[in-house]
């Protein structure tokens, strides 16, 4: 038994020193030095938010900059962000933020309502053209975005909607990748079988889709959900093209570029003529605000991107 207790004690030590062998602990460090590469500039750009604008021109806030952060300067930068746009349109940052969150969320929302149809249908239905759709859903998915602005453009003139918020909301619930992603997860997590049981049950598509293939369809409805509100609120020549002309209802992807055009540090002429003057404290500040909403979903949304990353994958 002594003999026995010595040789499992003997083996567990064998399998610690191989867990921390030269090799294992070389490629610990190298996954922590590129951490850290990325890390530290992240770290970097948020505490400027935290500094003073004399301190971040003069580098006199310690090492690495990390030294003069409080919640003071944070306080003193929000209120001259606020201030941006003089006394008639105060607080416009707070409205842009809102417009983005309109056309992120309404956006998203229309492009789950498509593609999550469009997808079961060009995976389990069987009607002419069929394939011709799909490949022409995936080369629409391929197609650069700025391809599609002047013609865009010229559409929603037609109808005199230019400025106008509504245009930019329905064409970003146009989500091509949205509809492939759920054409993959159909034709992978809902088997043919299936679907032809509910038809001998008398169940025709419409039933069959929201009585068998919605409930589980859960994990793609999050996916195409995330990846829509993502891009909208990423979006910049969209809103570029078709909001410009009308100052409130810009989004904040194109009132961070205003931010940044009225900044001493860039435009000097235009800086001058305006009482609030927004230098890097300030436009940090402004810009890590704009990356919460998407802090807020993705968090959110986490459980089902883990899950759906095996969206397409066969199992063994």
């Not at 008639?88 to 309109?102: K, P």
């Not at 492009?111 to 022409?136: C, D, E, K, N």
């Not at 069959?208 to 859960?218: G, K, L, M, Q, W």
């Not at 940090?284 to 993705?298: D, E, R």
Request: glycine residues 10%.
């Amino acid at each position: 038994m002594s003999r026995a207790r010595v040789t499992e004690s003997e083996l567990s030590g064998a399998v610690g020193s191989r867990q921390w062998s030269a090799g294992r602990i070389a490629r610990i460090a190298t996954m922590l030095l590129v951490a850290a590469a990325f890390i530290f500039p992240i770290v970097g750009f948020v505490a400027v938010a935290f500094r003073s604008n004399e301190g971040v021109a003069n580098g006199t806030d310690g090492f690495l900059g990390l030294g003069g952060l409080s919640i003071d300067n944070v306080m003193a930068s929000w209120g001259q962000i606020m201030g941006f746009g003089g006394a008639d349109n105060r607080g416009i940052f707070l409205q842009w933020i809102g417009n983005s969150l309109f056309v992120s969320i309404g956006g998203a929302l229309l492009a789950v309502i498509a593609a999550i149809p469009a997808g079961y249908a060009l995976a389990r239905l069987r009607f002419r053209f069929r394939r011709t759709v799909l490949v022409i859903t995936l080369l629409t998915m391929v197609m650069p975005n700025t391809v599609l602005v002047i013609p865009l453009f010229l559409e929603v003139n037609a109808v005199g909607a230019v400025g106008q918020l509504w245009p930019v909301l329905v064409i970003m619930g146009f989500f091509p990748f949205g509809v492939y992603l759920s054409y993959i997860h159909f034709m992978t997590t809902m088997p043919a079988e299936l679907v032809e049981a509910a038809r001998i049950d008398g169940l025709g598509e419409v039933s069959i889709f929201f009585r068998v293939a919605t409930p589980i369809s859960r994990q793609a409805i999050a996916l195409v959900a995330f990846f829509a509100f993502v891009a909208n609120w990423t979006n910049f020549f969209l809103p570029l093209a078709l909001l410009t002309s009308n100052f409130n209802a810009k989004t904040v992807s194109i009132g961070i570029q205003d931010l940044i055009g009225s900044s001493p540090l860039f435009n000097p002429t235009v800086a001058a003529g305006l009482d609030v003057k927004l230098y890097m404290p300030q436009l940090a500040l402004a810009t890590f605000v704009t990356m919460i909403p998407l802090l807020v979903v993705f968090i959110g949304a986490q459980r089902f991107l883990m899950r759906g990353q095996t969206v397409g994958a066969v199992k063994g």
